[in-house]
């Protein structure tokens, strides 16, 4: 086994590698050029974030079966070229939990007890104890948004300050949260009420500017804010008004929308405390994910599944044919569903109906997952993981297998339970295209493509149409396609169009004013 180091790890990863039996070649910094010329001699790669892994690199590893990305991200890695070729990539994805929820603690004590501004007073020769009163942990209530491995990490420790723990995470059950001693509240809840807030969640477009002016409205003007997880998560013109005009207590901001970060507006208020992208530096971190990439890379080379897969594996050869054209059409009802979807998430139940019933079906169950976790996680699921990502979210899911459906060859179907009910979502495969052939009682055929679904419910009678088109028109938005489905005759109706752009916020709540509309929602496909 020939390992190819191409940025620095930590030695005890290097060390892991050689006592297995391979031969490590450590090179920091080979020029592109080099890294094609030489990477067909090796059958593992273990990079950081500074060498790009490009699709021409890929391309000349005649050897390579895994990639190895000593971190989280994987933006410096052609994933999709990766898994053309067959070769897996791994990542590190939990070696900075405990370093990040301790320097989310970090920021949240120096808020709390001015730690940064005395500092700073007291070495300009100022004993200015009366400026700096702060105020305890114990007893306020901390809101935790995402509540995911770091954030359930900053619970536990919360809990060990006697602080109250709130969170908010549609994507993580009720007994989950329960066992980590944590109430799921609402988002416009838990601004309301929270003493500090804690941002865990990952950056995806759901997420991006999760609190903006309209969410800094809602905060008590006590409220201190913590963002060690992405930068855009928090609207920064509106963080640093707010805090200025005392609509804040106070903010610590880790990680910022343009990094590096060297002259950021938050700089300039004495109330926010800023690092610079601290939340996994830490000598045990930086160990740990050495060695938690080697033992990924290891379990690949001796023909092993890797527990943190970032790309699936290929289907076997007999099932290829009857499943691959499934793979999305289980992401894209995960998907639908999800984002059709109200209240807190409960339960899901997957049916795979027809001969691809008779087949494995893990690879369509984790593409599932996927779909559903899609617009609220970056986290990406495969085969190898999608139970693991599953259990860790407290996320029930049951499979059954029927016959197939009278009109359909093979059908897959989603049924989503939240606290407000449950969502259905059915999909199949024809001539290669995805298609969402039932949305709850209603049948339609919606051939889905990049793109936007606007999803209108309405009762069935003349003129509801033409009504939609002309907003949509009004608007300057191309419908693409159309689709209708009924129950019967002028009760309730389903209609289903497909956009080239988004409808506008205003368009979409033109048409929800609409006489007889009952429900109209704009998803992303």
């Not at 723990?165 to 994507?171: E, G, I, L, N, T």
């Not at 609509?247 to 950021?264: I, L, M, N, W, Y």
């Not at 004495?270 to 990439?293: F, N, R, Y």
């Not at 990049?450 to 300057?476: C, K």
């Amino acid at each position: 086994m020939r390992v190819l180091v191409a940025d620095p790890i930590a030695r005890e990863g290097i060390e892991l590698l050689t006592e297995a039996g391979a031969q490590v070649d450590v090179r920091s910094g080979i020029p592109p050029g080099e890294l094609e010329s030489s990477i067909a001699e090796y059958d593992a790669l273990i990079v950081r974030s500074g060498t790009q892994v490009t699709a021409s690199v890929l391309e000349a590893a005649r050897r390579l079966q895994v990639v190895g990305r000593a971190g989280v991200g994987v933006d410096n890695i052609d994933v999709e070229a990766a898994t053309r070729h067959g070769i897996l990539v791994v990542n590190a994805p939990t070696s900075n939990i405990v370093a990040a929820a301790e320097h989310s603690f970090a920021l949240m004590l120096a808020l709390a007890r001015h730690v940064p501004q005395a500092n700073t007073a007291l070495k300009a020769g100022r004993w200015a104890r009366q400026e700096f009163i702060g105020t305890e942990l114990r007893g306020k209530l901390l809101g935790i948004f995402g509540l995911g491995k770091v954030g359930s990490a900053v619970a536990r420790r919360a809990k060990a300050f006697e602080m109250r723990v709130v969170a908010c995470d549609p994507f993580v059950s009720e007994e989950h949260a329960r066992a980590l001693g944590v109430e799921l509240m609402s988002k416009e809840d838990l601004l309301r009420e929270a003493d500090f807030i804690s941002i865990h969640v990952p950056m995806t477009p759901s997420t991006r500017e999760l609190i903006g002016p309209k969410e800094l409205a809602q905060v008590k003007p006590s409220v201190r804010i913590v963002n060690t997880a992405r930068g855009g998560l928090i609207d920064e013109q509106a963080l640093y008004e707010a805090v200025e005009e005392g609509r804040v207590a106070g903010a610590a901001v880790d990680t910022f929308a343009v990094e590096p970060a060297v002259d950021s507006l938050l700089f300039r208020s004495d109330k926010i405390i800023v690092t610079p992208h601290l939340g996994a530096s830490t000598e045990e971190a930086q160990t740990m994910v050495a060695v938690e990439v080697a033992q990924q890379v290891l379990e690949v080379l001796h023909g092993r599944p890797a527990q943190f897969a970032v790309n699936a594996p290929s289907l076997l050869p007999e099932a290829l044919a009857v499943l691959a054209p499934f793979v999305g059409v289980a992401r894209l009802i995960g998907k639908v569903a999800t984002q059709l979807a109200e209240g807190q998430f409960q339960s899901v139940v997957v049916t795979y109906a027809g001969e691809i019933a008779q087949h494995d079906t893990t690879i369509l169950k984790s593409a599932i997952i996927g779909g559903l976790l899609a617009p609220v996680s970056d986290e990406r699921v495969n085969v190898v993981n999608a139970d693991l990502i599953a259990a860790q979210r407290g996320m029930q899911i049951q499979d059954q297998k029927v016959e197939a459906q009278e009109a359909y060859r093979n059908v897959l179907t989603v049924e989503l339970e939240t606290s407000a009910g449950v969502t259905c979502v059915s999909g199949t495969s024809i001539l290669g295209q995805s298609h969402i052939i039932r949305i709850d009682e209603f049948s339609l055929d919606i051939r889905a493509g990049d793109g936007y679904l606007l999803l209108i419910e309405n009762q069935d009678r003349p003129g509801m149409i033409g009504a939609v088109g002309a907003i949509a028109g009004g608007a300057d938005v191309n419908i693409s396609n159309m689709e209708v489905g009924r129950v019967d005759r002028r009760k309730q109706a389903i209609m289903a169009l497909s956009l080239d752009e988004p409808m506008p916020d205003s368009a979409l709540q033109s048409i929800r004013e609409i006489p007889g509309i009952i429900m109209a929602r704009q998803v992303q496909v």
